[in-house]
């Protein structure tokens, strides 16, 4: 493996498992309000979650993205890398335009529902399992995933992967364009005293990288939620949610989401970055 990417490859599950161990909360609270309707709320949801199972109980499911995150974090880093180093055709990374990290983002998003799909899946299943009507109850992640291909095969455990592309390609597009451009408005600040960037630049970068890369794809996450939850088709699931909440619906769990996707992807490259800096001593 050349050892650009085996950096990002290394550097990529470090920094995913930290991002869950930031996150992995707040995902539970999104997809709770996101499947089901007993939830006045964010903090009324935390409330019932931790009432029944305990603080812990916002970790349900944290096996699954701890395992499946991390690696599918460094098929990110990997593919993004991957698809730069084409589309660069040997410009130096730092010289690369925001429209050519928008694009080898958009491409790396393509790749992405191999791994997020059928991982998410099981999180999903996992996370809403505590619920009293859920039809199957899970030990946990192993027996989650041996029901689920027992139940549907290869195609049950890909349940929603049509959805899970239409949100993760526009996403990791805005994701490492956002991420590139605020750290050229940083570099741009200083100038002729650029010599790097600081941590907390870098913290804002990914934080509002993380942010932005949801703006695009709320709906179609809410839509992959429901459907992944329920086993119904994703156009059904749609119409579903439309029936039951109008258009306000598709930005259910709006507010969880986007306050995890900060402190998270902050995280998540300011890790990402110091990795890749070790890493790069022992080329």
Known sequence: MPSDSANDFISGLISGWAQVLVG??????KVNLQTQSQYKGAMHCVKSIVKEDGFLGLYKGVKSPLFGIGFANSLMFVTNGYFKRIIADGIPDEKMSIKQHIASGFLSGCVMPIVSAPMEHMKIK????????????????????????KSGGLKGLYHGFGITLLRDAPSFAAYFGTYELVKAGFKSLRKDNFHGYSQFELLM?????????????IPQDVIKSRAQTTGMSSLNAAKEIYRLYGMKGFYRGFGPTVIRAFPANAVTFVVYELSMKTLKKFD
């Open 24 to 29: 992995h909360p707040f995902d539970t609270v």
């Open 126 to 149: 996992l996370q809403t399992n505590h619920l009293s009507g859920s039809p199957v109850k899970y030990k946990g992640l192993a027996d989650c995933t041996i029901k689920t291909l």
């Open 205 to 217: 970068a990914g934080g509002l990288a993380g942010v932005a890369c949801w703006l695009p794809c």
